[in-house]
């Protein structure tokens, strides 16, 4: 069998049914969540069922990454599984349990308000954030445009999860946002909003398994041809 040939019927072997365990596992925590505290502010607190879904959809989602790729790749691209487990712990809020004072607050580098080594440690964070950002802009952003001029779905499923983030940062304390403007929002809908927030929020790991899944054969042609 021809390489093209070993290409297209690999490209009916994508591992789709990570998908749906993925979905049953969140719905599932969402709706022992709702049995157990009802529809209303529990459902959206740090521990609440659509939050650890995400955080947890994020660690799926790297894992799947893993388990589809050879080691070549895990050497050469291991700054993708690696953003997905930090927006993991962006969903565990660890960037403000990490150090005394937030990783991403000024205070904790230009004040003496926090201890000398939690100092260090936020710019070890930092500065692994920083790699991992480059790494992802240096080596995949000319192929993530050619994904999207090819209208390839792993590129595009990207998009989706950026849109998906954009679309909750909007909706995050909508409140707050429109009180300039005099609107004032009931509490039910106040609470609708956030709900809807973490609804959006669990979007872009689900988005970012898709594009994993459906980038499988691109993959496993890139392995095959650094071996030629």
């Not at 950002?133 to 080596?139: E, Q």
């Not at 952003?141 to 792993?154: I, Q, S």
């Not at 106040?190 to 973490?198: N, P």
């Amino acid at each position: 069998m021809t390489d093209d040939r070993r290409d297209h019927a690999s490209s009916a072997g994508h591992p789709w049914h990570l998908i749906i365990w993925a979905l049953a596992g969140a719905s599932f925590l969402i709706a022992v969540d709702i049995w157990t505290t009802g529809f209303g502010p529990g459902l959206v607190r740090e521990t609440g069922g659509i939050e650890i879904a995400s955080a947890l959809l994020y660690a799926y989602a790297a894992i799947a990454w893993l388990w589809t790729r050879s080691g070549d790749n895990w050497k050469t691209s291991w700054q993708v599984p690696a953003v997905m487990l930090l927006m993991m712990g962006r969903e565990f809020d660890l960037d403000k349990k990490l150090t005394s004072i937030g990783v991403l607050r000024s205070d904790l580098y230009l004040t003496d308000m926090a201890p000398v080594l939690d100092r260090i440690l936020g710019l070890i964070a930092l500065a692994f954030v920083a790699t991992v950002a480059i790494r992802l802009v240096k080596m995949g952003a000319k192929e993530f445009v050619t994904g999207l001029r090819m209208r390839t779905l792993w590129a595009w499923s990207i998009v989706g999860a950026l849109a998906f983030a954009i679309l909750s940062k909007s909706v995050d304390g909508i409140g707050r946002k429109l009180a300039p403007f005099g609107i004032t929002l009931e509490s039910s809908t106040s609470l609708q909003m956030v709900i809807l927030e973490e609804l959006l929020e669990l979007g872009i790991p689900l988005m970012l398994l898709v594009a994993v899944i459906s980038s499988t054969t691109r993959a496993t042609r890139s392995s095959r041809t650094s071996l030629k």
